[in-house]
């Protein structure tokens, strides 16, 4: 059967729309189908149900009225009797369509130009859905482009097969760009939103800083050298973390290169960011001290448990180890994940005098000793009555001019001092009003019964309804600076695992779980809100 030149003419536009949009040709095709559909209806009714085929070899278009088949007919327009439907079709059954061809049909010129409109927005939605689909797997890549217009800060990007944008807040400061000029960015996100999909790029993102490096050390890409951590203050100051995976490498100066030319090229890019490249060790006290460069560290204690580290630096290095504003400490700080405390030796020196004179004190006031006996106690690393009281004796003895006498003598002071202590706490925990059954839970002593009842916290059910944070505190993260929150139980020294099996004990004498359930989902935490009573 010979193709009319109309017919050729619908397949030539369908090949040079898909080809102009990178959509599939079918796409194409079915618009233009549901736009014949939709001129149909204007001319037929737009109650009519009918369907318009178009060949994909010939261009044919075929046009046809579908009835449903049902025993008793109510809308002649859409429906048939099953009687007649088993005239053109025997095997016909309630609830089939029956076809019935229509004459071909001329459009009238608001039928096309509504088909128009059809085609249009059909060949739009599958561009975003190509265009999505594309971007979708292309997070965590470099991309390039060129600009197509500034809006209010805002730079929207021609990528070629899509448009993306740099918000103000994803530029490098005092980064300027004009219509027309060349840009690299980092692809980190990629979302359906109403207007179709929305790509957006970075340049201050930290991987943006990773995937340069990748790019321009080749020991990087093939897996030779890690990056394992990176920090930035974006268009000043970065940091990042290496590690060499073959021992004969050297990481740093492989990322530096010959004569700094690798790492010029990555700062070259990033508009002059100076950037510090820190082997990086499992010892995290050894990275911090890494980190922290240029200054020097004299010391450093860790307490794990809280992620806090205590830094100490000649007095004259303490300018530079927290850096302008702050900077070197924050950014070191982003780099390990610990928290930094930077104190100069005389500083540590006169905390440590300080803590010294409190444990003197306190020994002096509830063992009732003298200021000598206090002082032998606290310089001998005791820091608490608690622990004189339930250590071996030998230990205490063994203290020059101490004696078993003397030992057990200072020992039975401390119990005597923490049991009137507990007696105090008691009272209050009754004055309170906390109940009796919270003193069940394993861990929990008489002042923190007292914190809980100041609280308002008073019933094993109070205390179920805790999260961990409520008891060890909390620290919060924002704009490079931590602010720690206290907990109720912050000054008893509890940590988040032992806190967290007092709340499961609670939850349990309450009712709220049951044995099993503990069973199943102990490697689980207690972070979430507590179930509601019923």
């Not at 990528?159 to 692809?187: C, K, Q, S, T, W």
């Not at 970075?202 to 050298?225: A, C």
């Not at 740093?252 to 002059?272: F, K, N, T």
């Not at 499961?504 to 972070?527: K, M, N």
């Amino acid at each position: 059967m010979a193709v009319s030149a109309n017919r050729l003419e619908l397949l030539q536009i369908a090949d040079a729309v898909a080809r102009e949009k990178v959509i599939d040709r079918d796409i194409v095709l079915a618009a233009m189908a549901d736009a014949i559909q939709k001129a149909a209806r204007s001319r037929y009714g737009s109650e009519t149900n009918i369907r318009a085929d178009i060949n994909s070899k010939t261009g044919e278009i075929r046009l046809q009225r579908l009835l449903e088949v049902v025993e008793t007919v109510e809308d002649y327009s859409t429906q048939i009797a099953l009687e007649l439907a088993r005239d053109r079709n025997p095997e016909a059954k309630i609830g089939d369509f029956i076809a019935d061809p229509l004459p071909p049909m001329d459009f009238g010129r608001i039928a096309a130009q509504s088909a128009k409109q059809v085609i249009v927005q059909k060949v739009r939605e599958a561009e975003r859905d190509r265009q999505f689909e594309e971007f979708r797997d292309r997070v965590g890549e470099i991309v390039n482009g060129t600009v197509k217009r500034v809006e209010y800060g805002n730079v929207i990007v021609d990528l070629g097969r899509g448009e993306g944008i740099i918000r103000r807040d994803e530029m490098i400061p005092r980064e300027n760009f004009r219509y027309g000029d060349r840009v690299r960015a980092y692809v980190y996100d990629v979302r359906r939103e109403q207007r179709g999909p929305q790509i957006f790029l970075s340049r201050t993102h930290p991987q943006f800083m990773v995937k340069l490096f990748t790019m321009e050390v080749p020991e990087i890409y093939d897996g030779i050298i890690q990056i394992k951590s990176v920090a930035r203050d974006p268009g000043s100051r970065a940091k990042i973390a290496v590690i060499s995976n073959d021992s004969s490498i050297d990481p740093v100066g492989a990322c530096v290169g010959m004569r700094g030319s690798r790492v010029q090229a990555v700062v070259g890019e990033l508009q002059g960011e100076k950037i510090d490249i820190i082997p990086w060790s499992q010892d995290p006290a050894s990275f911090i001290v890494n980190a922290l460069q240029p200054a020097e560290v004299s010391k450093v204690v860790l307490d794990e448990d809280a992620e806090r580290i205590e830094v100490v630096v000649p007095d004259e290095q303490l300018s530079l180890a927290i850096g302008r504003r702050g900077q070197n400490v924050r950014l070191a700080s982003q780099l390990t994940g610990w928290d930094i405390d930077i104190m100069t030796e005389q500083e540590e020196s006169e905390r440590r005098q300080k803590e010294f004179n409190e444990r003197t004190a306190l020994f002096m006031t509830a063992l009732d000793v003298d200021e000598m006996v206090g002082q032998v106690l606290a310089s001998e690393g005791f820091a608490a009555v608690e622990e004189l009281a339930y250590v071996d004796s030998d230990e205490i003895s063994s203290i020059d001019g101490f004696d078993e006498e003397t030992a057990s003598e200072i020992q039975t002071r401390a119990r005597e001092y923490l049991d009137r202590i507990e007696a105090e706490m008691d009272a209050r925990r009754k004055e309170l009003g906390v109940a009796d059954e919270l003193k069940q839970i394993d861990g929990m002593t008489s002042q923190m019964m007292v914190a809980l009842g100041e609280d308002g916290i008073k019933t094993i059910e109070d205390f179920a309804g805790c999260a961990v944070d409520d008891l060890t505190g909390w620290t919060e993260r924002k704009d490079g600076e931590t602010k720690k929150f206290e907990g109720l139980f912050s000054k008893f020294d509890v940590s988040r695992v032992e806190a967290e099996n007092m709340i499961l004990q609670a939850r349990l004498a309450a009712g709220w779980i049951t044995e099993e359930e503990l069973a199943q989902d102990g490697a689980e935490t207690v972070e979430g809100d507590a179930p509601a009573e019923e």
